[in-house]
């Protein structure tokens, strides 16, 4: 059974830092291409990051370019998303995503992220 559990989500101030992490387990996570996407309040789910599965490449939304940096451990099947300078407008509940070698897309049940004084 696919899963991917999110731990890691709080409330942090303007300007503090969070890292999120996902553990994935019931495929073979080293094959997959892992993303984080957000979600704000009345707002569509977006991409905010991605890390692919042989060369660890990584692209990032505009928004969080420069702040954020998805990383991967292949050994403990674990993607993180480092955020730093974090705004108001990073608030979202956050959502761990792996696309498999068979094409296959799974979701984490999300994490909240609040950022606010």
């Known amino acids: 059974q696919v899963q991917l559990v999110e731990p890691g989500g709080g409330l942090v101030q303007p300007g503090g830092s969070l890292r999120l992490s996902c553990a994935a387990s019931?495929?073979?996570?080293?094959?997959?291409?892992m993303s984080w996407y957000r979600q704000a309040p009345g707002k569509e789910r977006e991409p905010v990051a991605h890390?692919?599965?042989?060369?660890?490449?990584?692209n990032y939304a505009d928004s969080v370019k420069g702040r954020f940096i998805i990383s991967r451990d292949n050994a403990k099947n674990t993607v993180y998303l480092q955020m730093n300078s974090l705004k108001p407008e990073d608030t979202a509940v956050y959502y761990c995503?792996?696309?498999?070698?068979?094409?296959?897309?799974?979701w984490g049940q999300g994490t909240q992220v609040t950022v606010s004084s």
């Open positions: 019931g495929f073979t996570f080293i094959s997959a291409t």
């Open positions: 995503s792996a696309v498999r070698v068979d094409g296959l897309v799974s």
């Open positions: 890390i692919t599965h042989t060369w660890g490449i990584t």
